[in-house]
């Protein structure tokens, strides 16, 4: 019914940046909040960032000043800009959504992950 798809994932260098974006597809009639989640290898997947439908946003300490979330509503979509990245930034990003349905019932959708990689 819905589908999420991450992309903007890559290979940069300590103190670089990437977007990610993620794109929301189906049986859309609204998305309340959009979530950015990561895991690193040999770790629990942690909260990265969140934005609710009238864009208000908050992220965790290990980003505060350094990665920010956005959404085009439009589009369906939510962006990550993450810049002065760190090698412990580097993890599996997923993008998770909280989904109403034109149907009106509601789900939480995750993306396939995007591989952000940071090493010189």
């Known amino acids: 019914q819905v589908q999420l798809v991450e992309s903007g994932g890559g290979l940069v260098q300590p103190g670089g940046s990437l977007r990610l974006s993620c794109a929301a597809s189906g049986s859309i009639f609204s998305i309340n909040a959009m979530d950015w989640y990561r895991q690193a290898p040999g770790k629990e997947r942690e909260w990265v960032a969140s934005?609710?439908?009238?864009?208000?946003?908050n992220s965790a300490d290990s980003v505060k000043g350094r990665f920010t979330i956005s959404r085009d509503n439009a589009k369906n979509t939510v962006y990550l800009q993450m810049n002065n990245l760190k090698p412990e930034d580097t993890a599996v990003y997923y993008c998770?959504?909280?989904?109403?349905?034109?149907?009106?019932?509601?789900?939480?959708?995750w993306g396939q992950g995007t591989q952000v990689t940071v090493s010189s």
């Open positions: 934005i609710t439908s009238h864009g208000n946003t």
């Open positions: 998770n959504a909280n989904i109403v349905l034109t149907s009106r019932a509601t789900i939480n959708s």
